[in-house]
């Protein structure tokens, strides 16, 4: 259950604005729920946690679990939707520094070719033992086209199939649409295992299919808590959707009263990766028709010795909304030392945890007297059952506070035109 606070928010808006701003997110619920909004073709998102396909999910598990058993390394090979939910999810639950099970590296998420360059030198450079790396790719498109995953897919598969010979077509996954696109026309000839991406879900609302699960169970996370988290996320909206309208009423009312910015972060690094796939979903989402509010992240403390000093100062046309996850992540404390030169003995066994409670707490404070509305999304703790619960409340609050904005929540209509612009450049026929 996610909980939110939204009392660092509420007073900078009247009640009867909130009042009949909840009015109309019951009206955008009810729409998303019936299905009669603009894109209502594309509500897989919620049909999936309606009718969860087990089988999937176990195949996708016991394939991860060989794959976990075989592999040094695992190549994410996606961008947008096609990646940042499995970022998202790996870096928020497995430990920094894991060196436990394959490592994942991510490709196809730029154009650098010093990155690929230097990830291709990586991948062939011997083990410590001097046994070669064994690697794994799973190429993740669903128009199975876009230029940045097809380029380092072209290059790494290159080097997949000189590496390995025919053993590399069980070494390379591919995942996208059911049909079409140059991806399923490679999957015929070369014969690799591929993972349907369905028609009704868009890139962005995708982390649930095996856009997202694979990468997560390769990376030895329990997909079926996760999933299940969110089914039951989506139970409880169904029943009583509480915390989605007040928190889309809010967002909708400050949009109105010319709030430009929502400046979405955590004081939780962990958290980060889950921040930038908040971003893709509402940017693509309501950045449509010279609306919406721009999703920008920031990562605390880190950027409050930064962007903090605009955020308590700067042009007053912000919201900020910060995931907070309540347990302790670890029992760190700090350490006792001898004397007390660097002035710290009065934080002398104090949890790091709670330290950093006191620093969101006052930034929160802070912000909020310097005119920024501050709501906070409550984790008790974070694994994989809650990650699941969030997916499913931001997919849901997302396409409930789109509807109020009258815009079609899934569609991305402006991200072509950079696109043509850029082939034209390249010559592209
Ligand atoms: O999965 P793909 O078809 O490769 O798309 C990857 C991403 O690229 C696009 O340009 C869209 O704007 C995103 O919504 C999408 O997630």
Same mark, same amino acid.
């Given at each position: 259950?996610?909980?939110?606070?939204?009392?660092?928010?509420?007073?900078?808006?009247?009640?009867?604005?909130?009042?009949?701003?909840?009015?109309?997110?019951?009206?955008?619920?009810?729409?998303?729920?019936?299905?009669?909004?603009?894109?209502?073709?594309?509500?897989?998102?919620?049909?999936?946690?309606?009718?969860?396909?087990?089988?999937?999910?176990?195949?996708?598990?016991?394939?991860?679990?060989?794959?976990?058993?075989?592999?040094?390394?695992?190549?994410?090979?996606?961008?947008?939707?096609?990646?940042?939910?499995?970022?998202?999810?790996?870096?928020?639950?497995?430990?920094?520094?894991?060196?436990?099970?394959?490592?994942?590296?991510?490709?196809?998420?730029?154009?650098?070719?010093?990155?690929?360059?230097?990830?291709?030198?990586?991948?062939?450079?011997?083990?410590?033992?001097?046994?070669?790396?064994?690697?794994?790719?799973?190429?993740?498109?669903?128009?199975?086209?876009?230029?940045?995953?097809?380029?380092?897919?072209?290059? #790494?598969?290159?080097?997949?199939?000189?590496?390995?010979?025919?053993?590399?077509?069980?070494?390379?996954?591919?995942?996208?649409?059911?049909?079409?696109?140059?991806?399923?026309? #490679? #999957?015929?000839?070369?014969?690799?295992?591929?993972?349907?991406?369905?028609?009704?879900?868009?890139?962005?609302?995708?982390?649930?299919?095996?856009?997202?699960?694979?990468?997560?169970?390769?990376?030895?996370?329990?997909?079926?808590?996760?999933?299940?988290?969110?089914?039951?996320?989506?139970?409880?909206?169904?029943?009583?959707?509480?915390?989605?309208?007040?928190?889309?009423?809010?967002?909708?009312?400050?949009?109105?009263?010319?709030?430009?910015?929502?400046?979405?972060?955590?004081?939780?690094?962990?958290?980060?990766?889950?921040?930038?796939?908040?971003?893709?979903?509402?940017?693509?989402?309501?950045?449509?028709?010279?609306?919406?509010?721009?999703?920008?992240?920031?990562?605390?403390?880190?950027?409050?010795?930064?962007?903090?000093?605009?955020?308590?100062?700067?042009?007053?046309?912000?919201?900020?909304?910060?995931?907070?996850?309540?347990?302790?992540?670890?029992?760190?404390?700090?350490?006792?030392?001898?004397?007390?030169?660097?002035?710290?003995?009065?934080?002398?066994?104090?949890?790091?945890?709670?330290?950093?409670?006191?620093?969101?707490?006052?930034?929160?404070?802070?912000?909020?007297?310097?005119?920024?509305?501050?709501?906070?999304?409550?984790?008790?703790?974070?694994?994989?059952?809650?990650?699941?619960?969030?997916?499913?409340?931001?997919?849901?609050?997302?396409?409930?506070?789109?509807?109020?904005?009258?815009?079609?929540?899934?569609?991305?209509?402006?991200?072509?035109?950079?696109?043509?612009?850029?082939?034209?450049?390249?010559?592209?026929?």
């Amino acid at each position: 259950m996610i909980k939110i606070k939204l009392d660092n928010a509420v007073d900078f808006v009247e009640e009867s604005e909130l009042e009949s701003a909840l009015q109309q997110a019951e009206k955008a619920f009810k729409q998303v729920v019936d299905g009669t909004g603009p894109g209502n073709d594309w509500l897989g998102w919620r049909r999936i946690l309606a009718e969860p396909n087990d089988a999937e999910i176990d195949q996708i598990q016991q394939h991860a679990t060989k794959i976990r058993e075989d592999a040094d390394i695992f190549i994410v090979c996606g961008i947008g939707g096609s990646f940042t939910g499995a970022k998202a999810i790996i870096e928020a639950l497995n430990m920094p520094f894991n060196e436990q099970g394959p490592e994942i590296l991510f490709a196809g998420h730029h154009m650098s070719g010093r990155y690929l360059e230097q990830l291709l030198k990586y991948i062939q450079a011997p083990k410590e033992n001097g046994d070669p790396k064994s690697v794994y790719l799973n190429v993740i498109s669903k128009s199975g086209s876009t230029l940045e995953t097809a380029l380092a897919f072209r290059t #790494i598969r290159k080097w997949m199939h000189e590496a390995y010979g025919d053993e590399a077509k069980s070494r390379i996954v591919a995942t996208t649409g059911q049909t079409g696109g140059v991806l399923n026309k #490679i #999957i015929a000839e070369e014969g690799y295992k591929k993972y349907i991406i369905p028609e009704d879900i868009g890139g962005r609302y995708s982390v649930l299919t095996p856009v997202g699960l694979l990468p997560v169970a390769v990376a030895g996370i329990d997909v079926q808590t996760l999933y299940y988290g969110a089914v039951a996320e989506f139970e409880l909206q169904e029943k009583n959707p509480e915390t989605v309208l007040k928190y889309s009423a809010l967002r909708y009312t400050l949009h109105k009263k010319g709030v430009a910015l929502d400046v979405i972060g955590s004081f939780e690094p962990e958290l980060m990766g889950f921040a930038a796939w908040t971003q893709q979903l509402l940017g693509e989402s309501e950045g449509k028709k010279g609306k919406g509010l721009f999703p920008a992240i920031a990562g605390y403390s880190t950027d409050l010795h930064s962007i903090g000093q605009m955020v308590q100062q700067g042009q007053r046309n912000m919201m900020e909304t910060l995931f907070v996850v309540e347990s302790p992540l670890s029992k760190m404390k700090v350490p006792q030392v001898e004397n007390d030169t660097d002035q710290l003995n009065y934080l002398d066994g104090k949890l790091f945890h709670d330290i950093n409670k006191s620093a969101r707490e006052g930034t929160v404070q802070a912000h909020r007297e310097g005119g920024v509305p501050v709501v906070e999304i409550i984790l008790e703790k974070l694994n994989a059952q809650q990650l699941g619960h969030l997916i499913y409340f931001y997919e849901l609050m997302t396409a409930v506070y789109v509807y109020m904005l009258e815009v079609n929540p899934f569609n991305q209509p402006g991200v072509e035109n950079y696109k043509q612009a850029m082939y034209r450049l390249l010559g592209k026929r």
